[in-house]
């Protein structure tokens, strides 16, 4: 949040250039969609961005500290709201490429669950569709059923989780 910029870097030669600039560029996460879609909250602001080839779009706006965010493997888009909120939400991704489209407001987001304690750093598992994320402020980690909302603690008795980041068993 600091440098309110999003830097590329290109891994073969390190080379650096500026991507997004202030304060659009202003990115407490980031995710990207298979069809190569970048998103990112940009926490202060109260906004989630995306960027599908050279153009960027502001999807939603309003947010009370948008943070975590992630995308299905149909391309669906969720958001959390920590520290200055605590919800969670769907973004409606189906008429962004529209010319007259107008970012949502929080109040016209889906919203799945609130007062859940604090999601924060989470990810969607591709096999399952369930959202695994911990609960910052009641040291959990769960499991949420993003079509229904239904939460379920999978691990407890953490200080602080921040994040959970999932990878399958390998065979």
């Not at 059923?145 to 065979?171: C, I, K, M, Q, S």
């Amino acid at each position: 949040m600091v440098g309110q910029t999003i830097y590329r870097v290109q891994i073969d030669s390190g080379e650096v250039d500026r991507l997004i600039d202030p304060p659009t560029g202003m990115a407490d996460d980031i995710a990207f969609a298979d069809d190569g879609t970048m998103a990112w909250t940009a926490f202060l602001l109260g906004k989630v961005y995306i960027r599908r080839g050279n153009k960027t779009v502001e999807v939603a706006g309003g947010l009370s500290g948008p943070n975590s965010l992630a995308f299905s493997k149909d391309g669906r888009l969720f958001v959390s709201e920590v520290f200055l909120g605590d919800a969670l939400y769907e973004i409606d991704m189906k008429n962004v490429d529209k010319p007259d489209f107008k970012p949502f407001q929080k109040s016209e987001l889906r919203r799945i669950g609130e007062k859940l304690g604090g999601l924060n750093g989470f990810e969607i598992n591709r096999d399952d569709g369930f959202l695994y994320g911990p609960l910052w402020f009641k040291g959990q980690a769960v499991k949420i059923n993003v079509d229904t909302g239904a939460l379920e603690v999978v691990a407890d008795g953490f200080t602080l989780p921040a994040a959970v980041n999932y990878r399958p068993a390998r065979p």
